[in-house]
């Protein structure tokens, strides 16, 4: 039984006159990659800035792993709700070590009080071992391992946006939310980001919902795609039917011509 | 020679004391780009904590280190939940306000704590003599130059609290989130950090801080005065933007620098330019280095 991760319901909000996003319905599944596309100012960042809470909607009705996000704070939906996400233009702690980057994220696993960190009783010093453990398994995946103590803002900008990525996952999310994972990124780094993506998806067993303008990667990752174009969704299916779909077409063309 | 080692020694315990108040200034601006004004006040009523409770020790025990750090703990206790109060009250309901609100909201706090600290029936507007903690003496002399006891105390505790201080910003889970709100408030909320909850402590922190600070110059300098907090935290203040205002090593060496050159002043220029100096190094540092002396001028990004 596959279930819902992610339900949106009627979703939009407008900035004074424009209406960013409006009426969107979507769903996520259990351990599915979903592609969110559409061209600039389509409002995919922006339908992500509702679903984590940054902005609150103006319509519609959001639920992650079933609970209703409505009158969550951020941080208490992504633990919560177990859902995580990175952004468009990177934005790390550029002051904070690749380690601690990570380990930041993982806040509420970290339930030991401050006495027991000062007596750095046995407790303390298991858990933290078991956090560093798998912050370590994490930046190995995306072959980050080596840099831990270098400063976030001193790694090139495809392990920038990998960092990303581990810091989302180590607050252990069922959903995960990429914008534009493969921005600035060449070839081959994206089609190794491919590879991580769902490998990703197959260790952790989570599901992803993904924004992202480069179409070979959107396809080749993505079991289903909604389009979204002037904040309405205008398509939704598996890659090949979204590639053959007029609307969709029309939709790009558009925007080129 | 003598003299001159004087004033240095004597400079860097004054210094300490405002690298302790600075830190307080720096931390909370570095999180909430706020200047908390209400942080002398602060440093004020840790010495009306300790010129009350200071009597009822005193009836149990001889002026001694051990009675100074009794009515330490308990003046920072005391700071610990005004800081606490004064973030939750007072600020906190102004998260999302313009920045220009907070500030006049600083003000207010500020005011408030001190007009309520001189009704009758709190502290009253006259100054009182703290009581005395520990009795003043030299305690070795070097070239020529006599430390006292005090000033021992005063540096050994300020480099106490700020290695601590550093170990908490550095090595513990809160620390790691107070440094990563202070980057970013919202990144860090949605990688499930509670934002509140580490203002909250960054307030509580700072206000410790300034309690020592507090007890450490109504220790040295026996008064306490309702009044007292707006001098001493103005000059913290400079030597946080002296410092970088939003580093926390930034604060120690601005409070250093502000101590020495206080002292300096007073020692071969004339004592009434004692509080003109920290003004005048106020407006150099924002005419030639607005970011301060190890502060980062960052370009926003838009
Ligand atoms: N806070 C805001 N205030 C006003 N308008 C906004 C705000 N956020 C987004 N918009 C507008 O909403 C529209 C959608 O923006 P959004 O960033 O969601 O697009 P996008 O689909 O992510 O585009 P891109 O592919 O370029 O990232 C744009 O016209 C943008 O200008
Ligand atoms: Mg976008």
Same mark, same amino acid.
């Given at each position: ?12 909000? *407008?900035?004074?006159?424009?209406? %960013? ?20 100012? %389509? ?6 800035? @509702?679903v ?8 519609g #009705? ?7 996000? !409505?009158?969550?704070? *951020? ?15 990177? &934005?790390?702690?550029?002051? @904070? ?11 509420? &696993?970290?339930?030991?009080? @401050?006495?027991?960190? @000062?007596? #750095? ?6 858990? !933290? ?20 103590? !270098? ?5 090139p ?18 959903l ?5 994972? %493969? ?11 491919l ?5 990703v ?5 989570i ?5 992202? #303008? ?8 993505c079991e &289903?795609?909604?389009?979204?174009? #002037?904040?309405?969704?205008? %398509?939704e ?9 007029p !609307?969709?077409?029309?939709a ?6 | 020679?003598?003299e ?5 020694i004597? /400079?860097?315990?004054?210094g ?7 830190? =307080? ?11 908390n ?12 904590? /300790? ?19 009794v ?41 408030f704590?001190?007009y ?36 021992? $105390?005063?540096l ?26 202070s ?8 990688? /499930? ?8 402590f ?19 300098y ?36 502000? =101590? ?6 007073? =020692? ?25 002396? $190890? /502060? ?7």
């Amino acid at each position: 039984m596959s279930q819902s991760l992610l339900q949106v319901q009627g979703l939009g909000i *407008s900035f004074g006159g424009l209406k %960013a996003v409006q009426n969107v319905t979507l769903e996520v599944k259990e351990r599915e990659i979903v592609g969110l596309i559409g061209p600039n100012g %389509a409002g995919k960042t922006t339908f992500f800035n @509702l679903v984590t809470g940054i902005y609150k909607p103006t319509t519609g #009705h959001v639920a992650i792993v079933g609970k209703s996000t !409505e009158n969550l704070k *951020s941080f208490e939906i992504t633990n919560e709700c177990f859902c995580a996400r990175t952004f468009q233009n990177i &934005r790390l702690f550029r002051d @904070l070590t690749v380690m601690e980057n990570v380990l930041v994220a993982s806040h509420k &696993r970290v339930d030991y009080g @401050l006495l027991s960190v @000062l007596l #750095h009783s046995q407790k303390f010093q298991t858990k !933290e071992m078991e956090i560093r453990a798998r912050a370590r398994k994490l930046l190995s995946i995306f072959k980050l391992d080596g840099k831990e103590d !270098e400063l976030a803002c001193n790694l090139p900008y495809g392990d920038q946006r990998k960092l990303e990525i581990v810091r989302a996952l180590s607050t252990e999310p069922k959903l995960l939310f990429l914008d534009e994972p %493969a921005a600035g990124m060449n070839q081959q780094e994206t089609a190794e980001l491919l590879k991580l993506v769902k490998f990703v998806r197959d260790t952790f067993q989570i599901g992803i919902l993904v924004i992202e #303008h480069d179409m070979k990667f959107i396809m080749g990752v993505c079991e &289903r795609i909604y389009v979204l174009d #002037h904040g309405m969704l205008i %398509a939704e299916g598996n890659p090949e039917q979204i590639r053959k779909n007029p !609307e969709v077409i029309k939709a790009y063309l558009g925007e080129e011509v | 020679m003598a003299e001159f080692i004087q004033h240095v020694i004597n /400079g860097i315990s004054l210094g300490s004391v405002y690298a302790l108040i600075a830190i =307080g200034y720096s931390m909370v601006y570095g999180i909430l780009q706020l200047i908390n004004f209400a942080h002398g006040e602060v440093v004020m009523l840790s010495s009306v904590f /300790g010129f009350y409770v200071a009597p009822y020790f005193l009836a149990h025990m001889d002026p001694s280190i051990g009675l100074f750090l009794v009515v330490l703990t308990v003046a920072m206790v005391g700071c610990g939940i005004v800081g606490f109060l004064i973030e939750r009250l007072a600020y906190r309901p102004l998260r999302k306000a313009p920045r220009i609100n907070c500030l006049i909201t600083a003000i207010g706090v500020s005011l408030f704590i001190q007009y309520f600290t001189q009704l009758d029936f709190v502290f009253g507007a006259i100054p009182q003599s703290y009581p005395e903690l520990m009795s003043r003496e030299v305690y070795f002399t070097i070239a020529g130059a006599e430390v006292s006891n005090l000033q021992v $105390l005063v540096l050994g505790l300020s480099f106490v609290l700020m290695v601590a201080l550093q170990w908490i910003v550095y090595r513990t889970k809160l620390g790691k989130a107070m440094r990563a709100v202070s980057e970013n408030t919202e990144v860090s909320a949605l990688l /499930g950090i509670p934002v509140d909850r580490v203002i909250s402590f960054t307030f509580i922190l700072g206000s410790v801080l300034a309690a020592a600070a507090g007890t450490l110059v109504s220790t040295m300098y026996p008064k306490v005065d309702a009044l007292m907090g707006t001098l001493l935290g103005l000059k913290a203040f400079v030597a946080a933007v002296l410092g970088g205002i939003g580093s926390i090593p930034g604060a120690v060496l601005g409070g250093l620098v502000m =101590g020495m050159a206080e002292e300096f002043t007073v =020692g071969y220029l004339s004592s009434s330019f004692r509080d003109a100096i920290a003004f005048a190094i106020l407006i150099v540092v924002l005419l030639v280095r607005p970011s301060g002396l $190890l /502060g980062k001028s960052r370009i926003e990004k838009v």
